[in-house]
């Protein structure tokens, strides 16, 4: 299919799907040695999985200026040049995650000198993203497919189920759009909004809304989990004087409670059966039937249970949702569904940032 046509709105996924090789049986069947691209948790994911499919490691590198010497899996890590050296046509698996333009460029540089897989593995739960698994899911995919508001939803939504399958990169390149045009296009916001930010990290994401409001808000509630993360944003707020921001250390859920958390120090701060406890708030809960025009959810796999959290606030005040679908295999069809099912009066759209593999694609539900 052509990546940048406009697939129809009434046909069904089963006819649109083209990739039905997953990449794990693309490289099983490879005879070329296959080189893991990276060491951290995404490497040792994708390891799992190749011990799984059979699939042999001919060795590991990582990026010149992080080989000191390191080893990763019991295997030593090469710089790329010393790979190259060694020798003459290989396959990359790439086993980390990309998310600004220098690394992207990089590896699209790397995809044109050596084949190159990008291997879908969910940053939480289990399973496979697989041809197969999308048939088992075909009557979500489809209601969301059907669903949604415009035709560029759709293509981005056929073009990163592709890229699960296959691995294969173009099918982002055809999907990415910059966070400007997301703002301009779709949310739009207001000089006047209340705005609701779940995983709020350091405030960049207030400060990307600060820019499209010219700093105007009526009101701002900010929910990190993670110290550090959550000092910087304490900080961020004071440093640039900011008033009518609540800002909350504690995880976003569908109720209060008390919930085990661990920290990684970064974005992916998670909730850990072995983490410490902290508490866990509801939107509902943090706004105490305040309105909301504008929620974010960013929570490392728990959209499902921050939605459910929020669901007195959507329907009865119908903000504007920008939406994590990227965490677990199922967040693509099922959190959709489930706005859908909260407040039917949604126009929904998906949409692709830049990033290596299919992290930062997000559902933005608009009220009609």
């Not at 759009?177 to 739009?188: A, K, M, N, T, W």
């Amino acid at each position: 299919m052509n990546l940048t046509a406009i697939p129809p709105k009434g046909a069904g996924l089963e006819s649109l799907i083209t990739e039905q090789r997953s990449c794990w049986e693309r490289l099983q069947a490879e005879r070329r040695p296959i080189f893991i691209y990276g060491m951290g948790d995404g490497a040792a994911k994708i390891m799992t999985v190749f011990s799984r499919y059979g699939i042999p490691v001919a060795g590991i590198f990582a990026s010149d200026e992080f080989v000191r010497g390191h080893s990763f899996a019991g295997y030593r890590v090469h710089k790329l040049s010393e790979v190259e050296d060694m020798v003459d046509d290989f396959v990359i698996v790439l086993g980390f995650a990309a998310g600004y333009p220098e690394l992207v460029d990089f590896i699209h540089i790397l995809a044109r000198k050596h084949t190159l897989y990008v291997p879908d593995v969910p940053v939480i739960g289990g399973g496979l993203f697989t041809y197969d698994y999308c048939m088992e899911h075909l009557p979500e995919l489809n209601a969301v497919y059907r669903s949604l508001a415009d035709d560029e939803s759709r293509r981005v939504m056929l073009n990163v189920i592709q890229f699960k399958i296959s691995g294969l990169i173009h099918y982002l390149d055809a999907s990415t759009v910059s966070s400007d045009e997301i703002y301009r296009g779709i949310l739009r916001p207001s000089r006047v909004e209340d705005y609701v930010d779940l995983g709020a990290y350091n405030g960049d994401t207030i400060r990307e809304l600060l820019e499209h409001t010219h700093r105007s808000y009526n009101s701002i509630h900010a929910v990190e989990p993670d110290k550090k993360n959550y000092k910087k944003l304490v900080t961020y707020i004071e440093s640039n004087h900011l008033s009518r921001i609540h800002a909350y250390q504690c995880a976003a859920w569908c109720k209060d409670a008390e919930l085990p958390f661990s920290s990684k120090s970064g974005r992916q701060s998670v909730l850990s059966p072995n983490g410490e406890t902290m508490s866990a708030r509801s939107v509902d809960s943090l706004l105490q039937g305040k309105p909301a025009s504008f929620i974010k959810m960013d929570v490392e796999g728990f959209e499902r249970e921050a939605i459910w959290g929020a669901a007195r606030t959507i329907r009865r005040y119908s903000p504007k949702l920008a939406v994590a679908v990227y965490h677990r295999n199922e967040d693509i069809f099922e959190l959709p569904l489930l706005v859908k099912r909260l407040n039917p009066k949604y126009k929904l759209y998906l949409r692709h940032k830049l990033y290596i593999p299919a992290w930062e694609t997000n559902l933005y539900a608009i009220p009609e």
